[in-house]
């Protein structure tokens, strides 16, 4: 293996999939924006299934990406339910809370986009704004099914976000959930122009951020992303 191309890890959507004459097989499966995005960015992707009690595979890792998906059960941060808040994978949520402590008592670089981003609040002891059409004009960031809205997003001086990106870019979006109560250690770090929380850092890790859109799908504001991580994943393997 390359020591200058770390291994970054990018858990995986279970879920139904069509192959050939094949319906609805069960399927391991991650768009492939994420691993040309972190191969563009000098890493190595490798695709984690939902397969609780396998965090030891960490170890063999250098830095992690939580990718998108379905929505959070919300038993996670003591909530009902709400009606809107769908297509919930209890084991998926229960493998990447596993894995996401894992990652981060080790201090390895870490990424959350979109649902992973989420999942990064609540793993902290955050909650989540179940549907957001109820408190602000949801099309800005959830446009029609199969396709992204597009919206401006602020970073917060000083913050690695605008290190990486500047003070702002627009974005790809699709979600109908943000984070409300922050979790703890986190720092507010981007916002979209409605205030609702983009961008969160965990303050003092090694390099550990969540951004609620989807930079795998636009190298202008994906590459920097990425290349961040793979940046702070390399000292980890690559001796002086």
């Not at 768009?31 to 490798?46: E, F, N």
């Not at 793993?123 to 959830?142: A, F, T, Y």
């Not at 790809?172 to 969160?200: F, K, M, N, Y």
């Amino acid at each position: 293996m390359d020591r200058n191309r770390p291994l970054i890890g990018i858990t995986a959507y279970d879920v139904p999939a069509s192959f050939s004459h094949w319906r609805d097989m069960p399927a391991v499966m991650v768009p492939a924006a994420y691993s040309r995005s972190v191969v563009a960015a000098g890493g190595l992707p490798v695709v984690i299934p939902p397969i609780e009690g396998t965090t030891g595979l960490l170890d063999q890792l250098q830095g992690l990406v939580l990718s998108g998906g379905s929505d959070l059960d919300a038993g996670l941060y003591s909530e009902r339910q709400h009606p809107e808040t769908l297509g919930v994978i209890a084991h998926r949520d229960r493998f990447e809370l596993e894995l996401l402590a894992g990652a981060l008592d080790r201090d390895l670089p870490v990424l959350g986009i979109c649902r992973g981003m989420q999942l990064l609040n609540v793993q902290r002891g955050g909650s989540l704004h179940q549907h957001l059409p109820e408190i602000v004009d949801g099309s800005l960031h959830k446009a029609a099914p199969g396709t992204f809205a597009l919206h401006a997003v602020a970073m917060e001086p000083g913050s690695r976000l605008e290190a990486l990106l500047g003070p702002g870019v627009d974005v790809h979006s699709c979600h109908h959930q943000a984070p409300d109560r922050i979790g703890e250690g986190l720092a507010v770090t981007a916002r979209a122009p409605d205030g609702v929380v983009e961008g969160v850092e965990l303050v003092g890790a090694r390099f550990c951020v969540g951004v609620l859109w989807h930079p795998e799908e636009h190298a202008e504001y994906g590459g920097p992303l990425f290349q961040g991580l793979v940046a702070a994943a390399r000292p980890a393997t690559v001796g002086a």
